[in-house]
């Protein structure tokens, strides 16, 4: 089945500082690529997603890009505001979703 | 607009006993999936359920069922219930299938004592 690697497992940040999470996948049958945003307490919220047919996805501060020959895909946050500190999963979706494990990131006022 | 509620918010059992938690999807979606997060973990995919009928299944015991009811809410049962059982047990709800942009609630906190 599909495997979802993710790193880094933590990242701290100063405050306006662009923060990058990697992940790997290894299904390459997988077509779907969401990113949550997961609050102490909370369920995770989508905060950005793409298709297998599209390199890259940017919307306001947040941007995802795609790899499918090397099977990997990446967040980028710019401009990190305090409020950005969260934990962040990736996915990766064939027949079912598949999460990696997360990323506590920190954004230091 | 509601999104996705779940019910209890927490939840206390104990070794062996049985629990059912419930989902009301978010309205005109058909479909509901249940995760299991463990802490420190990523969701874990234990069902996914599209027009009343299961569409997918993760690597769970047999001790873990759900069914989805004709208003495309969706319980999901555990028995006998084990330690290893405490975790978040989120749902997620999507017009139609995992392939879709699903929208999680914000989960059932079980804890086995």
């Known amino acids: 089945g599909e495997n979802v690697e993710q790193h880094p497992s933590t990242l701290s940040v100063q405050e306006g500082d662009s923060a990058v999470i990697k992940c790997t996948y290894s299904d390459s049958a997988s077509n779907y690529f969401p990113w949550y945003k997961q609050e102490l307490g909370k369920g995770p919220q989508l905060i950005i997603d793409i298709r297998s047919n599209v390199g890259e996805k940017k919307d306001q501060r947040i941007a995802v890009t795609l790899n499918k020959t090397a099977k990997h895909f990446s967040l980028h946050i710019t401009e990190t505001q305090p409020e950005d500190s969260a934990v962040y999963f990736c996915a990766a979706s064939t027949h079912d979703m598949r999460f990696g494990a997360g990323t506590r990131l920190t954004v230091k006022p | 607009d509601a999104g996705v509620t779940q019910s209890p918010t927490h939840l206390i059992k104990t070794r062996g006993q049985q629990v059912t938690l419930r989902c009301s999807p978010i309205?005109?979606?058909?479909?509901v999936s249940w995760y299991q997060q463990v802490l420190g973990q990523g969701p874990q995919f234990i069902f996914q359920y599209y027009e009343k009928e299961e569409r997918g299944r993760g690597n769970f015991p047999d001790r873990f069922s759900a069914r989805q009811f004709p208003n495309y809410s969706s319980e999901l049962n555990v028995n006998a219930l084990l330690l290893g059982d405490s975790a978040l047990y989120l749902c997620a709800s999507s017009p139609r299938a995992v392939q879709e942009t699903q929208y999680f609630g914000p989960g059932t906190r079980l804890l086995v004592l």
């Open positions: 309205s005109g979606h058909k479909s």
